[in-house]
């Protein structure tokens, strides 16, 4: 009896130890194919704005007035990163010249565990505001080694012919993989990335979009191009096999850079892909979410006319922040 009163305590200890611990060996123990609350790989918006981002160099006129005088109005270059929690790895779509701030700004958002961090860096094609970024991996900056890039094959050429660009790839810095329109890269275990080649300005290399897929959700993003009529697959129809649809919404309507011929910049205007999207179920219309927006778009504006619109026929305009669990 008396030796049983001296062990109570001990054994009392040792239960309450055991509860304490039990959690911890239970989250050890989750089946990999299982999705926990945090776990789940995401999609984060780094940029909307188009190549020169908002506000541009040189504009001295009303629609960058705002964001000269409120630096919390300005946006980066449209750019999006892809994250697994899991295997802390990190893939860029586009590398824009807003990179330095937009790699610190996933840095924040997920940690890497060595430097730099970079599983991969996807260029939509060679227009500045998508892979001039890419400088910044170079001796006189970050000076890394082996960081993937994934070109389709004039894009490829373009970088492999023309410095500076060459001089990352003769240095290391970063090595180059090859994509095919259609054929789909596995990132992992849980995310693929398929290219779909697109009409564009195509004068270095080709123009892709992306469809991104993960264990529960798909999104397209395609920023940049030309009209809608011009591509031989069917927007509407790509709607209906992803979840989130990130779109080309450079200008809002014919008319809005004064004195320009637009129709040598062709871009699918927001108005105009509006009512293209008029017909569909509103939940296809939903997963419409508008980017890359010129300095002279009025969406960039969240209290404007233009947003409105937007928000009326079902759509949404992309914040720089957002966050799509895959």
Request: charged share 25%.
């Amino acid at each position: 009896m008396c030796r049983a009163r001296l062990h109570l305590p001990i054994l009392v200890s040792i239960l309450f130890l055991a509860a304490a611990l039990l959690p911890m060996f239970r989250s050890g123990a989750v089946n990999e194919e299982e999705t926990t609350p945090g776990d789940a790989p995401f999609l984060v918006v780094l940029g909307i704005a188009q190549d020169a981002g908002y506000p541009q160099a040189g504009c001295r006129k009303e629609c960058c007035a705002d964001a000269w005088a409120e630096p919390g109005k300005r946006r980066h270059a449209v750019t999006v990163a892809i994250v697994d929690p899991r295997t802390r790895e990190r893939w860029f779509l586009d590398c824009s010249p807003h990179f330095s701030a937009q790699l610190r700004e996933l840095n924040r958002l997920a940690p890497p565990e060595t430097f730099p961090g970079i599983d991969g860096i996807f260029p939509t094609h060679a227009h500045i505001g998508h892979y001039t970024g890419l400088l910044y991996l170079g001796r006189e900056v970050m000076g890394t080694q082996g960081v993937p890039v994934y070109t389709m094959p004039r894009m490829r050429k373009f970088l492999e012919a023309n410095g500076p660009w060459a001089q990352l790839v003769e240095l290391g810095n970063i090595t180059l993989r090859d994509l095919a329109a259609g054929e789909t890269v596995k990132l992992n275990e849980r995310l693929s990335l398929t290219p779909l080649l697109v009409p564009h300005r195509d004068e270095y290399s080709e123009t892709v979009g992306f469809r991104v897929t993960g264990p529960s959700r798909s999104i397209l993003y395609l920023p940049d191009i030309d009209k809608w009529t011009r591509w031989e697959t069917d927007i509407a129809e790509v709607l209906q096999t992803v979840d989130v649809a990130y779109l080309d919404g450079t200008f809002f309507a014919d008319g809005e850079l004064p004195g320009r011929d637009m129709s040598r910049i062709p871009h699918p205007f927001i108005a105009e892909s509006m009512k293209r999207f008029s017909g569909l179920h509103a939940t296809e219309r939903s997963k419409v979410r508008f980017l890359h927006l010129n300095h002279t778009n009025p969406a960039l504006d969240p209290k404007s006319e233009a947003t409105r619109a937007i928000e009326k026929a079902g759509h949404r305009v992309a914040e720089q922040g957002e966050r799509v669990d895959l």
